[in-house]
């Protein structure tokens, strides 16, 4: 099973604040379980949002002078 993480953990592992979870949470950009009245969000959901937001590098060519 995967592991639930609270909303304060995701911000730790993300490196932002509360603020920034939460927010995914509301606009439901990221998969979360409600046990209860308690938030938690799975480890495989913040993973796979880090990855699908992931950007990466453009290859830059250079140009031949002729």
């Known amino acids: ?3 639930l ?3 304060d953990q995701v911000a730790e592992l993300l490196g932002t604040t509360v603020r920034f979870p ?3 949470i509301e ?3 990221i998969t979360f ?8 969000i799975p480890e495989s959901a913040v993973m ?5 937001n992931t950007v ?3 290859v830059r060519r250079l140009r031949s002078v002729a």
């Open 33 to 40: 379980v409600k046990v209860g009245r308690h938030v938690r």
């Open 5 to 7: 993480l609270s909303v």
């Open 27 to 29: 606009e439901r950009r």
């Open 1 to 3: 099973m995967d592991r």
């Open 48 to 52: 796979a949002f880090v990855a699908a």
């Open 22 to 24: 939460r927010r995914l």
């Open 56 to 58: 990466e590098p453009t």
